[in-house]
């Protein structure tokens, strides 16, 4: 079964405005991970935002936030003011309990393009 | 050099042939990961370490694939009788270890080996 769900492909966005992609996942351990990473067309990953099942409060990094809405098992990343430079493939990635499975999953993927 | 690093960065090679691929961890991260990416897709989790021990092998596609990992250190993920399929950017990373899903677990990558099976 799938972990990690990014249902958009890929994504248009004007520069400076925010854009919202989409992230569900699905487990049954009250203890997990979430994590986004950035990869733009030079292959490289780059760890953007990190949330924690039992955080309180929306992860933030700047220009980055995550909507956490745990009941709903989404973890959509928002840009904010976006930038040229965020075009890129932006990955979703989950880790579970470490005691008993320690690998990270990721979603397929969705493409972002901001466009001038 | 603090970051992850793989080699070759390419490698071209015949269809049937054995090939080695090699990823250097930052120091002192415990947890080493392969992934494979093939062309437009996402990561696909083909092994884990911890230390030396690979407790999970579950994503190594078929035996052709095997990985090892020495001193806790470099590790090296060989692909035996290589096929057209095989053909993926196979990415490293490491991490400090293992962390009840704290931010320890985030998890930093090479820039990935881009393989081409003829």
């Known amino acids: 079964a799938q972990k990690i769900t990014q249902t958009q492909p890929g994504m248009f966005v004007q520069e400076k405005e925010a854009v919202t992609l989409d992230c569900t996942y699905d487990?049954?351990?009250?203890?997990?991970?979430l994590f986004w990473y950035k990869q733009p067309s030079s292959g490289e990953m780059i760890f953007l935002i990190y949330q924690g099942s039992y955080d309180q409060q929306n992860a933030t990094e700047g220009r980055y936030s995550l909507n956490f809405q745990k009941a709903r098992k989404s973890a959509n990343l928002v840009i904010s003011a976006s930038q040229l430079g965020d075009s890129a493939m932006y990955f979703c990635?989950?880790?579970?309990?470490?005691?008993?499975?320690?690998?990270?999953?990721f979603g397929a993927g969705t493409r972002l393009t901001v466009k001038p | 050099g603090a970051g992850v690093s793989q080699s070759p960065s390419n490698k071209v090679t015949e269809k049937g042939k054995d090939v080695e691929l090699r990823c250097d961890p930052i120091?002192?991260?415990?947890?080493l990961y392969w992934y494979r990416q093939r062309l437009g897709q996402g990561l696909e989790f083909l092994i884990y370490f911890q230390g030396n021990s690979a407790p999970d092998k579950s994503g190594l596609p078929s035996d052709r694939f095997s990985a090892e990992r020495t001193g806790e250190s470099v590790s090296t993920l060989t692909i035996q009788r290589t096929q057209q399929e095989d053909s993926a950017v196979y990415l490293c990373?490491?991490?400090?270890?293992?962390?009840?899903?704290?931010?320890?677990?985030?998890?930093?990558f090479g820039p990935g080996t881009r393989l081409t099976v003829l």
């Open positions: 120091s002192g991260h415990t947890a």
């Open positions: 990635a989950m880790r579970e309990s470490p005691y008993n499975n320690n690998d990270m999953r």
């Open positions: 487990t049954s351990d009250p203890s997990y991970g």
């Open positions: 990373a490491s991490s400090l270890g293992h962390r009840r899903t704290s931010r320890y677990n985030e998890q930093f």
